[in-house]
């Protein structure tokens, strides 16, 4: 599964935008970019996924170049609940893969007021 | 439509001591996952699991850890003879379909050795 890099930390303010970019050289071809949000002393969140342009939710927006090298999850406008750790994860999207989600060490994203 | 469940949400044990934790997927959910995160870490895959099958346990430690998921009732995370190690907290995660990489995560269960 591809490897994943992202910031340790990021620091924020209310009202800002904030984009955590994640860099995965190796990605393969049938690989998908997932991100997960994580709050302290609860489980992992589903924020957004996308294979290659751009996709938006009510969330965030993920960005991804053409070579899929690495992706940018984008917060708009911020607010002290997004303080929370992000995940990048990538990997193929189906049975092949047995589903097992591989985290890295995530991005702590600390909004300030 | 309630999500995920885990109990307990916290739990404490001494050595030597068994830990058992249960997770119930959300309702139509028929795989399972069991991860680890250990403090100030990234969770890690330990075993995924469908309806009376280990499918993959590849990131189980092999001895003292079992997993099973029976046709009724929760899916149960064992530990056995729990070390200091083992504290650490323990999510289940289940999905439908074949969305894999979209996993409804339970608030985890919280486990201590003393």
């Known amino acids: 599964l591809a490897k994943t890099t992202q910031p340790i930390s990021m620091d924020s303010y209310e009202g800002q935008e904030v984009n955590i970019t994640c860099s995965h050289n190796?990605?393969?071809?049938?690989?998908?970019i997932t991100w997960y949000q994580q709050f302290p002393s609860q489980g992992p969140r589903f924020i957004i996924q996308?294979?290659?342009t751009k996709v938006t939710n009510e969330v965030a927006s993920l960005f991804i170049p053409a070579d899929r090298k690495s992706s940018t999850l984008s917060l708009p406008r911020v607010s002290l609940s997004d303080t929370a750790v992000y995940y990048c994860?990538?990997?193929?999207?189906?049975?092949?893969?047995?589903?097992?989600?591989?985290f890295g060490q995530g991005t702590t994203l600390q909004v300030k007021p | 439509n309630a999500g995920v469940m885990q109990n307990p949400r916290h739990l404490v044990r001494r050595r030597g001591q068994e830990a058992r934790l249960r997770c119930s997927p959300m309702?139509?959910?028929?795989?399972v996952y069991w991860y680890r995160q250990l403090p100030e870490e990234g969770l890690k895959f330990m075993v995924y699991?469908?309806?009376?099958?280990?499918?993959?346990e590849s990131g189980m430690p092999k001895e003292r850890f079992s997993a099973e998921f029976p046709k009724e009732g929760p899916s149960i995370l064992r530990i056995q003879q729990v070390v200091r190690g083992d504290s650490a907290a323990y999510f289940c995660?289940?999905?439908?379909?074949?969305?894999?990489?979209?996993?409804?995560f339970g608030p985890g269960t919280r486990l201590t050795v003393l």
């Open positions: 699991l469908q309806k009376e099958n280990i499918i993959d």
């Open positions: 995660a289940s999905f439908m379909g074949d969305k894999y990489n979209e996993q409804f």
């Open positions: 996308g294979y290659k």
């Open positions: 190796n990605i393969a071809t049938n690989d998908y």
């Open positions: 309702k139509g959910h028929s795989h």
């Open positions: 994860l990538v990997g193929p999207h189906g049975s092949s893969n047995t589903g097992k989600l591989i």
